[in-house]
């Protein structure tokens, strides 16, 4: 016992590459407490406060991920200064295309290089191979603390990467005021809550928070609580429960399983996606209004869609709607005629798979999406008079739309394109096993979790609304108890290693 305490105590404040600090460790938690009891002196003075919750946010991030907090802090500094320049400069445009194209050219180096460089291979007939100069130059300067023979993708550093572009568009357009104090600005591009993962912040709604006082009524706190409870649940009972009892092992060899087996899978990866986004966004929601500050939903019942384009008005909003302001508007939206815009949308939906990750099946992923995008465009003026839809027929739109959804994410989630090939080849040869009794006494807990995670994600969501308010009225001395029902049932079925948010390799 006394080793284990030791052993947390250790992983809090030195950094382990293999146990990281996350949301779902007890090591997070016993950190963000003491946190809290030195931020409780002095969240009334502003500047000292963000500071202070600055200095956090980097040391959380440190403890993620290491010496790539150096890449974070240049990330602050170079951003901070394009923001001051595109601000003071005539030639604004000339200004946002170097920054944004900088910016843009780090991210490619991370995550992008090993991409170009196989495909370029291949193209050429060329045997090229990957150093890492970036690492390089760090080892020359703080000593041997990166491998410099590859290139490790930091954590977060799509999500931060897209914020500060959104900031620096923002300025140039006006739409948000240029940040003078470096520290402010650092502060917004690092508030560890949702830094890792999103959502993607606007510097228009989060940097006038800086500088307002701190607010945080029992409602708020209560909120917060509920969402930060409903979010490990989600994560750790739902999502990493799914993962490692199921869907892993049969998308690692899909041959080994039936194609029912395999179908099984691809639905629970939707709850385990789903289940493990959102609750990051969860949390992440309920940590920053602890601290004073509120950030967007994220998620808004996404497979209740009825819709391609409605389930991308609820699925990483945050994402959905930076595509579009400053991707697919830029690129001419629906203005410039109809094949101009079937072409601005499968570009934005292509660029937005491949932001994900850089691989073939992204690509493919987002087309998908694209397609049915444009489809959903085409059709719509068909319908544009008619009445709304009977019940039974959104209950048809929105099963069919889960359909086209599960069957995208394919594609996301197998480890190469010849894995989702032997999914289609058990799916169309193989569908129910030779004896359909065996081996299925073992999924029965699974099965039970399965079905618990779809009643989840179509429980109407005013019974979800019902259920919040009630929890927000309690006394504190009702909801704690509660709360800690729903963490020994977490403890109960958590696994022993901690697994990290799927977003965080994005």
Request: charged content about 15%; aromatic content about 20%.
């Amino acid at each position: 016992m006394k080793e284990s305490i030791k052993h947390t105590m250790e992983s809090i404040w030195q950094y382990h590459p293999d146990e990281p600090l996350f949301y779902t460790g007890l090591a997070f938690w016993i950190a963000f407490t003491a946190f809290l009891g030195i931020y409780a002196l002095v969240y009334r003075q502003k500047a000292i406060r963000n500071g202070y919750l600055l200095l956090i946010s980097w040391f959380i991030y440190y403890q993620m991920n290491g010496a790539f907090l150096l890449l974070l802090a240049f990330s602050c500094a170079v951003n901070y200064g394009f923001g001051l320049w595109i601000h003071a400069q005539s030639r604004k445009r000339f200004v946002l295309a170097v920054a944004v194209g900088f910016n843009l050219l780090v991210l490619a180096y991370f995550k992008y290089t090993y991409f170009f460089i196989e495909h370029a291979n291949a193209l050429f007939q060329t045997n090229w191979e990957v150093f890492n100069w970036v690492g390089w130059l760090i080892n020359r300067a703080v000593g041997s603390v990166v491998d410099e023979q590859s290139i490790l993708l930091p954590i977060g550093i799509s999500f931060y990467t897209f914020q500060a572009i959104s900031y620096l568009v923002d300025v140039y357009r006006g739409d948000s005021k240029v940040v003078r104090n470096p520290l402010d600005f650092s502060f917004y591009l690092s508030f560890f809550p949702q830094l890792v993962a999103g959502p993607i912040v606007r510097a228009s709604s989060f940097i006038p928070q800086l500088y307002q006082k701190f607010r945080l009524k029992k409602e708020e706190f209560s909120h917060a609580l509920f969402l930060i409870t409903k979010g490990l649940f989600k994560k750790m009972v739902i999502a990493d429960f799914l993962a490692l009892n199921l869907i892993d092992r049969i998308f690692e060899a899909p041959m080994a399983y039936s194609g029912f087996e395999n179908l099984l899978a691809l639905y629970a990866y939707s709850i385990q996606i789903y289940g493990d986004f959102s609750g990051y966004t969860d949390i992440a929601i309920g940590l920053a209004l602890i601290l004073g500050f509120k950030i967007p939903v994220n998620f808004n019942a996404p497979y209740q869609a009825t819709s391609l384009t409605d389930f991308w008005h609820r699925w990483h909003i945050s994402l959905s709607l930076w595509l579009r302001d400053y991707l697919y508007i830029p690129l001419g939206g629906n203005r410039k005629g109809k094949g101009r815009m079937v072409v601005n949308i499968l570009i934005t939906m292509v660029l937005g798979g491949l932001w994900h990750g850089a691989n073939l099946r992204f690509i493919i992923w987002g087309a998908i999406h694209g397609l049915g995008l444009v489809v959903e465009k085409l059709i719509r003026k068909a319908f544009v008079h008619r009445a709304s839809p009977r019940r039974w027929k959104k209950l048809i739109a929105v099963f069919f739309t889960f359909q086209v959804v599960s069957l995208a994410w394919l594609f996301f989630r197998a480890r190469d394109y010849s894995a989702v090939q032997q999914f289609w080849y058990q799916l169309r040869f193989h569908f129910w096993p030779e004896n359909i009794s065996m081996g299925w006494e073992s999924y029965r807990m699974v099965l039970g979790i399965f079905v618990f995670g779809l009643v989840l994600i179509w429980v109407p969501n005013r019974y979800k609304e019902k259920l919040r308010g009630a929890f927000i009225s309690l006394p504190v001395w009702g909801q704690l108890p509660l709360v800690l029902l729903v963490l020994l049932l977490i403890a109960f079925v958590a696994q022993a290693n901690l697994q990290p948010f799927i977003y965080f390799r994005f």
